[in-house]
């Protein structure tokens, strides 16, 4: 089963909040389907997506079909780099000019929801000219001087989404990584905004800093005893390199109780390529099985034969959420 979703949007909109509906309700079609309750598997955005629809329902409803949460590389706090997306864009290591694609990617809900959240980084100068400093307390400011007012519009949007990233009620493995370079501050001359800033870094994944992936540390103490949270560090992988490391594919497998091998020699693995079974209307078969929801719409189901078991093999973005329905088949 696939659920992939247009990043532009957040729930904060209609559309955003249409893809949390029915994505609640795939959840309850997959446990009333399988009889098991639904594992969800999220990246990136997907965390911030995941966290969103758990934190709307009642207990009730998540001991009933929640049976736990794994959240890769979530940035809980927001990420640094996307003040330089909105003063001059970001290619994200594409041939493609930044400014060029700056107007289209102010234009996404995400890429405010994705800023920095003012509850954890404070008053902590991430944005510097040779006329004044912006933390994440001068939002208007900031989009007053780079040019685009309709950032303070689109940012209040988005605000109540920004909160404090409370326990998420359900059993939940947090992983995440640290240990490389992340920009985290941003410095512009006196060209302004049109030019590309001196970026400084700090710890974090390569994308995500440390001080949003570690967000989630604080479920460890805050869970109700009758839910679980757990955080699995790992060292030096990169925030996409968290959907095919081999160590951290060999964690989330073990995690939902399925088998995780490579063969020597072979093409790099990811979390959908390697993991994941599906089956079609086969009530006979009886097996670990799981569906993958995708992130901005990449999702795609290459090969599943009725009746029969294969790999569900997947074109997976850097952002995704992924749902495993214990040891029965789910249909697609």
């Known amino acids: 089963r696939g659920a992939p979703y247009d990043f532009?949007?957040?729930?904060?909109?209609?559309?955003?909040?249409?893809?949390i509906d029915r994505l609640k309700h795939l959840i309850e079609e997959t446990a009333q389907a399988t009889g098991k309750r639904v594992s969800l598997l999220s990246h990136s955005m997907g965390c911030?997506?995941?966290?969103?629809?758990?934190?709307?329902?009642?207990?009730?409803?998540?001991?009933?079909?929640?049976?736990?949460?794994?959240s890769l590389a979530g940035p809980f706090g927001g990420s640094a780099r996307h003040w330089r997306l909105?003063?001059?864009?970001?290619?994200?290591?594409?041939?493609v000019d930044p400014l060029v694609i700056r107007e289209e990617q102010r234009s996404y809900e995400t890429n405010f929801w994705?800023?920095?959240?003012?509850?954890?980084?404070?008053?902590?100068?991430?944005?510097?000219?040779?006329?004044?400093?912006?933390?994440?307390?001068?939002?208007?400011?900031f989009f007053d001087d780079i040019g685009y007012s309709a950032g303070k519009a689109m940012l209040r949007r988005v605000k109540a989404l920004m909160g404090a990233a409370e326990a998420p009620g359900?059993?939940?493995?947090?992983?995440?990584?640290?240990?490389?370079?992340?920009?985290?501050?941003?410095?512009?001359?006196?060209?302004?905004?049109?030019?590309?800033?001196?970026?400084?870094?700090?710890?974090?994944?390569?994308t995500v800093n440390a001080l949003s992936l570690r967000v989630c540390d604080q479920w460890e103490n805050a869970q109700a005893s009758a839910r679980s949270a757990?955080?699995?560090?790992?060292?030096?992988?990169?925030?996409?390199?968290?959907?095919?490391?081999?160590?951290?594919?060999?964690?989330?497998?073990?995690?939902?109780?399925?088998?995780f091998a490579r063969a020597s020699g072979s093409q790099p693995a990811s979390i959908a390529d390697v993991a994941f079974t599906?089956?079609?209307?086969?009530?006979?078969?009886?097996?670990?099985?799981?569906?993958?929801?995708?992130?901005?719409g990449s999702l795609t189901l290459l090969e599943a034969r009725q009746g029969q078991k294969d790999v569900l093999r997947v074109k997976v973005d850097p952002i995704g959420v992924a749902m495993s329905s214990g040891d029965s088949a789910a249909q697609d």
């Open 170 to 206: 359900v059993d939940v493995v947090c992983m995440y990584s640290l240990g490389l370079d992340t920009p985290d501050s941003f410095s512009y001359g006196k060209d302004g905004f049109d030019k590309q800033p001196v970026a400084k870094n700090s710890d974090g994944d390569g």
């Open 230 to 259: 757990r955080v699995i560090r790992f060292s030096e992988v990169t925030h996409s390199g968290m959907l095919t490391d081999d160590n951290v594919l060999g964690a989330v497998m073990s995690e939902l109780g399925l088998p």
């Open 48 to 70: 911030l997506q995941a966290l969103y629809l758990l934190s709307k329902q009642t207990q009730e409803w998540k001991n009933k079909f929640i049976e736990k949460w794994i």
């Open 8 to 19: 532009r949007f957040a729930p904060s909109s209609p559309r955003g909040m249409l893809y």
């Open 114 to 141: 994705l800023l920095p959240f003012p509850l954890w980084f404070g008053d902590r100068v991430i944005v510097s000219t040779p006329r004044r400093n912006y933390t994440t307390l001068d939002y208007d400011a």
């Open 278 to 296: 599906v089956f079609h209307d086969a009530p006979s078969i009886r097996s670990n099985s799981a569906a993958v929801l995708g992130g901005d």
């Open 86 to 95: 909105h003063a001059s864009g970001d290619n994200q290591g594409l041939p």
